[in-house]
């Protein structure tokens, strides 16, 4: 009789799937592909520092929750390879990527400084810049840095051209002959999968004038300018000056429900700080649902919304952009000015996900979603029993949704362990019930301050 249940994705899905199974009374092992967990929303969640220096956010409840949690299992840099046995009683082996910086680590940054190897930060929409020895935020779980091996002059085993970090680090936190690779096996009742998505290569907006100007940018690289810790602290200036602009474009042709919602949550921001002229151009013919959305957007924003095609950015001599379209609403071309330009990029699946459905053993969709099946509405089923699915990883949702799923998802598998392996003197209301619907929410204040948190990124 196993306790245990595996949770594949260490992003906010996969983390509060993890609280919910423990409040349930099991353990979760979570297994994510990065070296840190929480996801591209965490950083959006460290507070900036009570002494101004938003650089140095300090560290929120779901980190501390998860840190502070005995009975859930961190696997970073880590892949499922396997899944064998029945719901109730599998085996899964975890394939474990060396870190090359142990826990010794203080996190002091010398090695940073160092390193000769620069590359685009991943995390900072590569708006910043990272080196081969790195940590992606001011805070993390876990919190020593990592080697990106791909990255480094060294090659293990036993090839140490460079060295430099070594040679800084007063911790002896940095050993290039750790094993290159740990398979890890568990017993577990049941996993979940929750490994969120990716956004688009921007590449494809190159024609419409994306690198062409500094000022165009991505939907992803305009939320890092306007999360607290990114480069700019929180404010969407002008990457061309770091002026803020008072003129912002957004531009979208895909208004599916998911990049409305993304957009309108971006207008909100923009608009909190004072950018005098927000507007919204979508390179699509209205229907019915996304013409009501987009009315909705422009009402309640109090900005204006085209629908247009032929889109083109110039940049123009006085520093401003042109922007060229043909307006559907009024059939004629239409030239106007703005400081900044968003090109909103879509989501897709994240990468790794066909391979991990082939070592989940389950269907992919024709887009390459995980295909859910089954269920009832709220419980996320797969092709295959006692594995489910929380997230974007079966299609793009608001975090709303994924967090249904979240729960949903931890019910249904922690109803699959033996109730008498439950952890003693865990809340009753957070029992699975045996349906496998969503039980009554737990409120012990951990969780509420974490809901509050998320729902108020979701709102804003
Ligand atoms: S020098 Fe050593 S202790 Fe300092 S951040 Fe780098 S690995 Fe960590
Ligand atoms: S060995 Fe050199 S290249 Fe590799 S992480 Fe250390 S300083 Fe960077």
């Known amino acids: 009789m196993t306790d245990s249940i595996l949770i594949v994705g260490g992003g906010i899905a996969g983390l509060h799937a993890a609280l919910e199974c423990t409040n349930a009374g099991a353990r979760a092992i979570v297994v994510e592909r990065g070296p840190v967990v929480g996801g591209r929303l965490a950083a959006t969640m460290l507070e900036p520092s009570a002494i101004g220096d938003r650089s140095e956010g300090t560290r929120t409840p779901l980190f501390n929750a998860i840190q502070e949690n005995e009975n859930i299992e961190l696997l970073t840099l880590s892949e499922l390879e396997n899944i064998e046995g029945k719901p109730g009683n599998f085996t899964v082996s975890v ?3 060396a870190r090359f910086v142990t826990d010794a680590c203080t996190r002091c940054k010398n090695c940073h400084t160092v390193c000769p190897q620069v590359r685009p930060s991943e995390f900072d929409a590569g708006l910043t810049h990272r080196k081969a020895i790195s940590t992606p935020m001011s805070d993390t779980l876990p919190e020593p840095y990592f080697i990106d091996i791909e990255d480094c002059l060294n090659t293990p085993p036993n090839y140490l051209p460079c060295n430099r970090c070594i040679e800084v680090c007063d911790d002896n936190a940095i050993h290039f002959d750790m094993a290159l690779e740990t398979v890890h096996q568990r017993q577990v009742g049941a ?5 969120g998505f990716k956004t688009e290569d921007p590449s494809r907006f190159v024609e419409m004038g994306y690198g062409a100007h500094p000022d165009v940018v991505t939907s992803a690289e305009l939320q890092r300018l306007l999360e607290d810790p990114g480069p700019t602290g929180g404010y969407a200036s002008k990457p061309s000056n770091e002026e803020y602009p008072e003129s912002v474009l957004l531009v979208l042709d895909n208004p599916s429900p998911f990049a409305l919602y993304i957009v309108a949550s971006q207008v909100h921001q923009l608009l909190e700080q004072d950018v005098a002229k927000v507007a919204v151009l979508i390179l699509a013919q209205p229907n019915d649902e996304s013409r009501e959305a987009a009315q909705g957007l422009a009402d309640t924003a109090g900005i204006e919304v085209f629908w247009g095609t032929l889109f083109k950015v110039d ?3 006085d520093a401003e952009l042109e922007v060229s379209y043909e307006d559907l609403t009024v059939n004629r071309f239409v030239r106007s000015a703005y400081d900044m330009v968003v090109l909103c990029v879509d989501v897709e699946p994240p990468v790794g996900l066909a ?3 082939e070592a989940a053993g389950i269907e992919l969709t024709d887009n390459g979603y995980l295909a859910v099946s089954g269920g009832n509405g709220t419980v996320i089923g797969t092709s295959r029993d006692g594995v489910f699915v929380a997230g974007c990883a079966s299609g793009a949702k608001n975090i709303k949704s994924s967090l249904t799923e979240s ?3 931890a019910a249904a598998a922690t109803a699959l362990l033996d109730p008498r392996v439950l952890e003693a003197g865990s809340d ?6 045996a349906d496998g619907q969503i039980p009554p929410a737990v409120q012990n204040d951990m969780r509420k301050q974490l ?3 998320l729902y108020a990124l979701i709102n804003r």
């Open 355 to 357: 391979r991990l459905a």
């Open 95 to 97: 394939r474990e990527q």
């Open 428 to 433: 009753e209301a957070a029992q699975p019930a």
């Open 315 to 317: 940049p123009s001599e």
């Open 191 to 195: 996993v979940i999968l929750a490994p």
């Open 407 to 409: 729960q949903a998802a």
């Open 451 to 453: 809901e509050q948190l």
